[in-house]
C-alpha cells in the first residue's frame, strides 16, 4: 500500500465532511486542514484510476502517433476518459495506490495542457499560444516515452 494513503482516515475525512454538508456546512470553512488532507486523498484515488487504464491511454497516445486517429479524436478520447475517472473517483474507494499513480497523472496533465492549446484550424486561424498539430504530436511523443521509462522501473 501507498505510504501516503490511509484508507480508513480517506473514510473518516469523506463522512466529516458529510456530515458538515447536511448541517449546512463546509469542510473548507470548518476544517481547511482536513479539507486539505481529504483532497489530497481524492487526488490519490483519481491518480489510481488513471494507473488502473494505463493502456488505453497509451493505445490513444499510439493512435494519434501513428496517425491513426486526428488530434480533434485524440482529445475526445481524453476527455472521455477524464470524465469517466471523475464520475468512477467519486463512487470507488482503494485499498491500495499504486507508487507510480501520481506520476502517470501528471504526465497526463502534461498531455492535458498540450491538447488543450492545440489548433486542429489552419495556420491562419491560430491563436496566440496555440500550437499545431505537429507540435502536439512532439510533445505526445515525449510523453509517451517517458511513460514507457516510468512503466519499466
Not at 482516515?9 to 486542514?33: A, C, D, M, T, V
Not at 478520447?77 to 507510480?100: F, G, P
Request: hydrophobic share 30%; proline share 2%; net charge negative.
Amino acid at each position: 500500500m501507498n505510504k501516503g494513503y490511509h484508507k480508513k482516515r480517506h473514510h473518516q475525512l469523506l463522512k466529516y465532511s458529510e456530515n458538515l454538508r447536511k448541517q449546512g456546512k463546509f469542510i473548507e470553512k470548518e476544517s481547511p486542514e482536513s479539507d486539505w488532507e481529504l483532497l489530497t486523498y481524492s487526488a490519490m484515488v483519481y491518480s489510481q484510476l488513471n494507473w488502473d487504464i494505463k493502456d488505453q491511454y497509451l493505445e490513444i497516445f499510439k493512435k494519434f502517433l501513428l496517425n491513426r486517429i486526428t488530434s480533434a479524436r485524440f482529445c475526445e478520447l481524453l476527455q472521455e476518459k477524464r470524465e469517466l475517472n471523475n464520475k468512477l473517483a467519486d463512487k470507488l474507494q482503494y485499498d491500495i495506490i499504486h507508487e507510480k499513480a501520481t506520476n502517470f497523472t501528471d504526465f497526463l496533465g502534461d498531455v492535458s495542457i498540450s491538447y488543450e492549446v492545440c489548433d486542429r484550424n489552419p495556420a491562419s486561424c491560430r491563436s496566440p499560444g496555440d500550437i499545431s498539430e505537429s507540435e502536439l504530436r512532439n510533445e505526445i511523443e515525449e510523453v509517451y516515452l517517458k511513460i514507457q521509462k516510468l512503466l519499466e522501473e
